[in-house]
């Protein structure tokens, strides 16, 4: 014979009785319910890309620090004067190699430091936050490059020359030959900063599995022999 099902026990003060057997919320509630997340999901994508923008904006305008100390750093390629032109001094020097090096040098500091600020900004990172420092560093380095060759000297090397006269020696103008040496920088940044991120970011905790149930069904009496 079956036993008689026992009634559940009445739940505590204050609390509404269990029903097992009652219906599911209506779809306006949960309707509401993920409304409200898309409109957070919306409001914190909205804050990233502001973030974003703005940390393009900053980096950009650290190109102008890169160009000073490229004028500041970089070798002095020498022009003599033979015969009303312009000729190098030495013409087997290596310091117009060295004026690429030395802004590509730069570019990579540059662009581990910015990695580094960014990282102890946000560390959690996002896709918004990279793109942002890549934009930034790669326009930085183009106003850098540029900035640095109005710094320098002069590029009107006819005019120099018949100032300095015939026998006189004159500071050439930087060059950057090797375009290549603008994507130090932002190649450098997203490289520091992948690093950080794998290394130091925060970790997604894996979901909890439930344990299995090890008794019968809440509210029901096991059955009697």
Do not use: C
């Amino acid at each position: 014979m079956t036993a008689p099902l026992t009634p559940p026990e009445p739940p505590p003060p204050g609390q509404p009785a269990h029903n097992p057997w009652q219906y599911p919320p209506p779809s306006g509630a949960a309707g509401g319910e993920h409304a409200r997340e898309a409109k957070d999901g919306d409001s914190d994508l909205g804050r990233e890309v502001w973030h974003a923008v703005l940390l393009m904006v900053g980096v950009t305008v650290l190109g102008l620090l890169l160009g000073f100390l490229w004028v500041e750093l970089a070798p002095r390629v020498p022009l003599v004067v033979r015969g009303g032109d312009a000729w190098l001094k030495e013409s087997e020097s290596e310091d117009a190699i060295s004026i690429d090096g030395t802004f590509a040098l730069l570019g990579l500091a540059f662009g581990a430091v910015t990695a580094l600020a960014v990282f102890l900004w946000r560390r959690r990172g996002g896709l918004p936050l990279v793109m942002g420092l890549a934009l930034g560093a790669l326009l930085g380095s183009v106003l850098a490059w540029r900035f640095g060759i109005w710094l320098g000297p002069s590029d009107n090397v006819g005019q120099r020359a018949r100032e300095a006269g015939e026998g006189g020696v004159f500071d050439a103008p930087l060059e950057l030959k090797a375009k290549g040496a603008l994507l130090a920088w932002p190649g450098a940044a997203m490289a520091v900063h992948l690093v950080l991120t794998g290394l130091f970011g925060p970790r997604t905790p894996e979901p909890q599995v439930p344990p299995p149930p090890t008794g019968g069904w809440q509210g029901w009496g096991s059955p009697t022999r």
